[in-house]
């Protein structure tokens, strides 16, 4: 059964729980210093991203206004899994890539 989430306008910086809990699995040498090669190259498909998409309610035509992200980022342990995926308004993509990599060096380095 496919559970339809809100309309992407309601929902603000975060996907809801129902559909992207998020999900890791990784070792900290897969993560640090850097993403493994590995896991860079695993990166979804397009078959998964559709099903991402699908699962959002969001039509082919507005794909390019959600980015599919990881909603716990590779480079703190998360996994490629659809729960942990999520089409992300592309105006908050680029202020998570930020805080994303800043998180990463401070769990290499020890530091949280």
């Known amino acids: 059964m496919v559970v339809l989430a809100t309309p992407p306008s309601r929902w603000g910086s975060r996907p809801p729980r129902s559909v992207t809990a998020g999900a890791g699995g990784n070792s900290l ?12 190259a695993a990166r979804p498909s397009t078959a998964v991203k559709n099903e991402v998409y699908a699962e959002y309610g969001i039509p082919a035509g507005q794909h390019y206004r959600y980015p599919i992200d990881h909603l716990v980022p590779l480079e703190l342990d998360g996994s490629n ?7 992300q308004p592309v105006r908050a993509s680029h202020a998570k890539d930020r805080l994303e990599a800043r998180l990463h060096d401070l769990v290499c380095a020890g530091q949280i």
């Not at 040498?29 to 860079?40: G, T």
């Not at 899994?81 to 999520?86: A, D, E, Q, S, T």
């Open 29 to 40: 040498a897969a993560i640090c210093p850097s993403v493994s090669a590995a896991l860079e």
């Open 81 to 87: 899994g659809v729960r942990n995926l999520w089409p």
